[in-house]
């Protein structure tokens, strides 16, 4: 159980506390536990209360000056108390220094009690209006904007119509039919190309075909040098591809290695 | 008898303070000079003097019905003799009850808004979550759009229906935030001192 020892004429702050988990004046109670040299969840403020209230009753007369400290301390003291119980909250108070600490701590409560004159401003000024009557109702209803039209001709209308009613032309699926020349054909028109030219382009011999012509020659050309009939050579990527006899290939290697 | 209601009839700011008289009549929220002049297709100045002659014709105890200016705007509400007649008759569903939570989180949105919820609660102390849907549902508050970044939280601020409640013309009607809680400095003074006789 708290005690709490007063002397008249002494400020509240320097009391004496006796408490469980402290005893002492209530200020140093106050930089302990902004020093976090006290564990806040084990100071009973609740305890502090009680003691001050039971040391009000004893006397004869109401210090105001005293009771308006405590309570400014005590509330101190329970912001305090809630902040360090719950670290996660944005006062970050292990960052601060004990005097950052009180100053943060007297912004908020500063903070907070004018927010509470405004409520209580507000409460005032509401039970000051409290004979003022008037219609309560929905928002009125915006006016619609007026769709401007530009002036209409029904002919312009009628044509307008005929229009819609062409029937659309007909979509063209050529593109869904592709004709696959076989490979066979090209196979045999490079062999005699090849039978011709020791060298020759891919791209200038195909130049002109369609993009599926394209493609089976170049499936035509893997075929002949997966037979190991021609050699294929690219200087860069998306150079001309140069296509010659397998033959000759070898020769050019036969000769690089024998110099 | 005749000739004071032909001049009457003939005035044009009179018959213009009729057509306004009607407008507000319908209304059920204050209506601004510009908008009873767009809806007039009328002067703004000509529609404030018609507003003069209206607010002599309807004030207190010269007329049942009062033409008052708040919440940024005209509207008719009835005149306080009348008061008590009204309350037998009619309720005040959106001040009755207002808890002190919800007074608080309205002064804090008043003055610092639009802010969040967590603004709130953090100002207050505890969650404001209960208070702040209690007057969104009122109509005292509403949502004003979101803070910066993803997810950021819903953001509010008063209604013109609070300013009418509180028989504010605007916002800057309420009290300066620097005029209320005076002895802030001397908390502040008072914990340093506190602080630093124990630190020395």
Redesign the interface.
């Known amino acids: 159980m708290a005690s709490l020892r007063a002397m008249p004429g002494v400020p509240v702050r320097e009391l004496d506390l006796d408490l469980e988990a402290f005893e002492g004046p209530f200020d140093l109670l106050l930089t302990l536990l902004l020093r976090e040299e006290l564990e806040p969840g084990e100071v009973d403020v609740a305890a502090i209360v009680l003691a001050f209230v039971e040391h009000l009753a004893e006397r004869d007369e109401i210090d105001l000056d005293a009771c308006g400290e405590f309570l400014v301390l005590v509330s101190a003291l329970l912001e305090l108390k809630a902040r360090l119980l719950f670290p996660d909250e944005a006062a970050e108070p292990d960052a601060l220094e004990p005097e950052e600490a009180a100053e943060e701590l007297a912004r908020r409560l500063a903070e907070y009690r004018r927010m509470k004159e405004a409520a209580v401003w507000l409460a005032e000024r509401l039970a000051g209006e409290r004979d003022r009557w008037f219609r309560l109702g929905p928002a009125p209803l915006a006016p619609q904007p007026e769709r401007r039209l530009a002036p209409q001709d029904p002919n312009a209308l009628a044509t307008a119509l005929r229009a819609l009613a062409v029937p659309p032309p007909a979509v063209s699926l050529s593109h869904m039919a592709l004709r696959f020349p076989p490979v066979s054909q090209f196979l045999d028109r490079f062999r005699a190309l090849l039978s011709r030219r020791r060298v020759f382009d891919f791209d200038g011999e195909v130049a002109g075909l369609s993009r599926v012509e394209q493609a089976v020659a170049f499936l035509a050309l893997l075929e002949l040098r997966k037979g190991g009939e021609v050699a294929i050579s690219q200087s860069a990527p998306f150079a001309p591809i140069r296509i010659s006899r397998a033959d000759d290939e070898r020769i050019t290697t036969w000769t690089a290695r024998s110099a | 008898m005749d000739s004071t209601l032909r001049l009457i009839a003939t005035n044009p700011v009179d018959h213009l303070a009729r057509t306004v008289e009607a407008l507000l009549v ?4 204050p209506l601004s000079v510009a908008e009873l002049a767009e ?1 007039i297709e009328d002067d703004p100045e000509r529609v404030e003097t018609a507003l003069g002659l209206l607010r002599e014709r309807f004030s207190e105890r010269r007329s049942g019905i009062v033409l008052e200016k708040d919440a940024g705007g005209y ?4 005149s ?1 003799e ?3 007649a ?2 037998r008759l ?1 309720e005040r ?3 009755r009850g ?1 808890s ?1 939570a919800a ?2 989180t ?3 949105v ?2 610092l808004g639009p802010c969040s919820r967590p603004e709130v609660a ?4 505890v969650a404001a979550d209960s208070a702040v849907a209690s007057l969104v549902e009122r109509g005292l508050i509403s949502e004003a759009g979101r803070e910066s970044g993803p997810g950021g939280a819903v953001r509010y601020r008063t209604t013109p ?1 609070f300013e ?4 504010l013309e605007n916002l800057a009607a ?2 300066r ?1 620097d005029d ?2 005076a ?3 001397e ?2 003074d ?3 001192e ?6 020395s």
């Open positions: 319908v209304a059920s929220a809806a509207a008719f509400r009835a306080r009348a008061s008590e009204c309350a009619f569903p959106v001040e207002l002190q007074l608080e309205l002064a804090v008043a003055y953090r100002i207050r102390g229906l009418r409640v509180f028989g309420l009290p935030l209320l809680g002895s802030s400095g908390l502040r008072r914990l340093l506190v602080s630093a006789a124990r630190a």
